[in-house]
């Protein structure tokens, strides 16, 4: 008499039980606690799919290593700052505090009802001065660390959340070009973060006409403002963070490859041009093509350039176009430029070049500043055209066929060079070298793409920049006595709102007294999540953001996982603030994170479930417990993987087979006590089960484990629907099953180890392991397949039509003279038609 499995009633008991014992909270004495940790959420006011297939990707690894022993620090906390709780707010006539608290609340008791195993003495929130204060705290040592630069920037601006936007905080989006409109509208297809080509500090640049620059978080096309803004130096940490990439071993490839191009490190040359009256001297360029040098024809610099600011000076024309360019929409800025009255002395043939500020040299790519070499690339090719420069031409193809004439374009290949002085028919890579080696005016160099992390947002619901503006004094830093510089009410109005509340804004300089006006900036919500993790491990201390110490003995975070959209800004900062806070003597690790698993969507019907979709099922649809065992065995943590009822039941079924055999078992009782030869190979089965779910685990192949467990459900099922089973053997298979999917399915876990065993909680109980040596083990398992093969050639023979119950039966006869024996009686069965006596006699045998 099997009971159903109300897994409602099960969930909340087993839930009341672990609150009440606090199995979650870390020991106190803990000293190297494995830490298992998943991307905090944003506060959005429910949980989505994925989400709960995130957490319980944790979650199970969490249990897991619980079982085997570890001490596991698993927290969770909010991302409670940034724009969604505004608009919120704004719709709903509250306050974004009341609203994220609001949905908090909400959030925290779905996770609680989903049976997620967090020590929650340790929640943090980011909205909360307590948190926030060292967000503060922090910038004022990467300010002293010279980490941190105030600058009037030319950034990327979004109209609709009306504020500017980091670098990585735009995307690239396609827009169909036809001849009649300029601007038809775009598929909004790409998440993928593409490298956005803008002007400015952050991002500077030419007009690409096939793509439209929008905003990550609500795809209006972003403009551009000339702002004084806050940044984060992270172009120091560009040759670090690119080169500890190849170290990380844990983190998946396709990350590490983001990342890199992210950072675009290239290789390259240094060319340096003199120019007259310049205060430098000279002009730096760089490039990939010095073998070219002799085709440049003139020299061109960025508006943002300190050449330009120079001439710009004396200069009405550049200044007219200098300060045209820099609030310009970048599609607009195309291959204009204007002539300057300054010259360059060519570094071989001395001769002089003309000298251009254009709007197509970015400002932030390489030193600023190229030289145009119009016969061998595009962009300059286009540029000479419009500005009728000269177009000089000293590579050509190797195969005279492919010559062809200086009207078709530029030819950018490798060739045979010419007009070359020296050099005139070499190959091109052969001068490639030798051009830097011989001439002192070229050196070897390296560039970075990555540009500075821009943290000024003119938005209300974020972390107060802690710095007041004093007209005598400047920019000067809150004192650390005086943090947190707390948020002021929510006044409602349009733009931001700090700037409407003259009581936050007007204030004393803290040097001189005197009247200043308090930073109405607040940073970029990305500064909370660099360091979160950080703060779990001493979320209560009050005279540091974090305990150094237990730092030093804790991290890095063990295992991370999170979604795969965050591979460059939220992955990248973390990795910055580590480096930073490294060389600031808070830290001795250099990376966070080990191991990193960036999870696979979740879909249905084929696209990404997500309520803009409207093709949400919710997590609680069909209980807590079903749907986290199906998360986790649909597929590897790192593939999509499609959401159907179907798949869905699997799940479910599972659950009530386990539930119905321990019942079943403890209702029945009904063993035997003497030892039989098919016992052991029971015992066998539930030692390979074990054996083999215990790498899974360790593999995060949760979706192999679950095969492994129903598989081994399969095996004691017809062990015991065959005979009698031997009580011990039969048990220690139900327990096996049991803590087995305990970490995917805790609920379920416990409610049949208590059937089993009437006392103790599998959350505390030690993972289970093989009776046998794994080597033992795997022999035998060597001689049971082949034996199974000869058995199945038996069954066939004498056409038994239960062949799983042969398999079964006859398995632990692997000694091969058994079988041998048993192959002799398949014609007598035959004869006689019963399988039965067959199994008998091998056995007896
Ligand atoms: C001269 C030259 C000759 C270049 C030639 C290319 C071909 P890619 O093209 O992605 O490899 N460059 C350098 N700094 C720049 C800046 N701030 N703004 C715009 N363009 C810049 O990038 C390397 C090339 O981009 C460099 O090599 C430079 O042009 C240009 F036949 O130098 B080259
Ligand atoms: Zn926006």
Known sequence: ???????????????????????????????????????????????????????????????????????????????????????????????????????????????????????????????????????????????????????????????????????????????????????????????????????????????????????????????????????????????????????????????????????????????????????????????????????????????????????????????????????????????????TDATATHPLTDEELPVYVAGYVLEDVGTGAVMGVPAHNERDHTFAAEHDLPIERVVIPSTPDERTSLEDGPYTDDGILEHSGEYDGLESDVVRERVVAEHDALTEDVTYRLRDWLISRQRYWGTPIPVVHCEDCGHVLVPDEELPVELPEFVRTTGNPLEAHDSFRETECPDCGGPARRETDTMDTFVDSSWYFLRFLSPQLEDAPFDTELADEWLPVDVYVGGEEHAILHLLYTRFFTKALADLDLLDRREPITELKSQGTVLYDGEKMSSSKGNVVAPQEYGAETTRLFVLSAAHPEQDFEWTANNVRGAYDLQQTLYGMATAFVAEGDTRVERLDHDEYIAREIDRTIAAATEEYDRFRFHRAATEIQELARVLRRYREYDRPHGEVYRRGLLALAALIAPMAPHLGEECWNKLRGDGLVVEADWPEPETELEDYRRERQLVETTLADVRDIVDTAAIDDPERIELVVAPAWKYDVLRIAADYADEELADGDPGSLVDRVLET
């Open 1 to 339: 008499m099997t009971k159903h499995y109300d897994h409602a009633q099960v969930q909340e008991f087993w839930q009341y039980v672990w609150e009440r014992d606090d199995v979650y909270t870390l020991a106190e004495d803990a000293e190297d606690p494995t830490y298992v940790l998943g991307m905090f959420p944003y506060t959005s006011g429910t949980l989505h799919m994925g989400h709960v297939r995130n957490y319980a990707i944790t979650d199970a690894y969490a249990r897991y290593r619980r079982m085997q022993g570890d001490d596991v620090l698993h927290p969770m906390g909010w991302d409670a700052f940034g724009l969604p709780a505004e608009n919120a707010a704004f719709e709903r006539k509250t306050d974004p505090r009341s609203w994220t608290e609001a949905c908090i609340r909400r959030m925290r008791e779905e996770l609680e009802t989903m049976g997620f195993g967090y020590d929650w003495s340790r929640e943090i929130t980011t909205c909360e001065p307590a948190y926030y204060r060292w967000n503060q705290w922090l910038f004022k040592r990467l300010y002293e660390a010279g980490l941190v630069e105030y600058e009037a920037a030319s950034v990327n601006w979004c109209p609709d959340c009306e504020t500017v936007l980091a670098a990585a905080q735009v995307e690239e989006r396609e827009v169909e070009r036809s001849e009649t409109s300029e601007r038809a509208s775009g598929d909004a297809a790409s998440s993928g973060h593409e490298r956005s080509e803008t002007s400015g500090r952050e991002s500077s640049g030419a007009a690409d006409h096939e793509h439209e620059r929008v905003c990550w978080r609500c795809e209006t096309p972003v403009g551009r403002r000339e702002l004084d803004q806050w940044f984060f130096t992270i172009t120091d940490y560009a040759e670090e963070l690119h080169d500890d990439l190849e170290a990380l071993e844990g983190w998946p490839d396709g990350v590490r490859e983001i990342q890199r191009n992210w950072i675009g490190r290239q290789e390259g040359t240094r060319i340096s041009f003199e120019v007259a009256d310049y205060s430098e001297g000279a002009v730096d360029v760089f490039s990939t093509r010095p073998e070219t040098v002799y085709g440049a024809t003139y020299l061109a610099v960025s508006p943002g350039h300190d050449l330009a600011r120079e001439l710009a000076e004396t200069d009405d024309d550049v200044a007219a176009y200098v300060d045209a360019v820099r609030e310009q929409d970048p599609s607009e800025v195309g291959f204009t430029g204007v002539e």
